[in-house]
């Protein structure tokens, strides 16, 4: 076992082992490649639309699909529905990376993956 292992991509911790092609960290159990490089385990995620379109803070979108709304108003956000002003956010709820206010609905975050970006 080699005393030059990185740490932990995730937590920090210096306790790395490897076990075959990866390299393990016995904190948290994240594991990843030991040929991938530092950089590339830190890197933020693209975010794109549900047609491959990368959106922007302030761009609009239209939903591509019936959402059902959770909680006190209910409803469904309607497919073609214009949502203008969009926000990323990468602190959203589960896999929520849109931050907006839905005409009808009010402030909500939507999935990328359920919106096509207004060309």
């Not at 991509?9 to 530092?38: F, K, N």
């Not at 609009?60 to 959770?70: A, H, M, P, R, Y």
Request: aromatic letters at 4%; glycine letters at 14%.
């Amino acid at each position: 076992m080699s005393e030059n292992l990185p740490d932990c991509p995730a937590c920090g911790e210096s306790y790395t082992y490897e076990q075959g092609a990866l390299l393990v960290c016995p904190m948290c159990g994240h594991e990843w490649s030991a040929d991938a490089a530092p950089e590339a385990t830190g890197a933020e995620t693209v975010i794109t639309d549900a047609v491959g379109n990368p959106p922007a803070d302030g761009d609009s979108v239209t939903v591509v699909k019936d959402l059902k709304v959770k909680g006190a108003g209910g409803g469904t956000v309607k497919v073609g529905t214009k949502v203008k002003g969009i926000r990323l956010i990468s602190d959203g709820v589960g896999d929520h990376d849109i931050d907006a206010n839905v005409p009808g609905f009010g402030r909500m975050q939507l999935k990328s993956s359920v919106v096509k970006k207004v060309l």
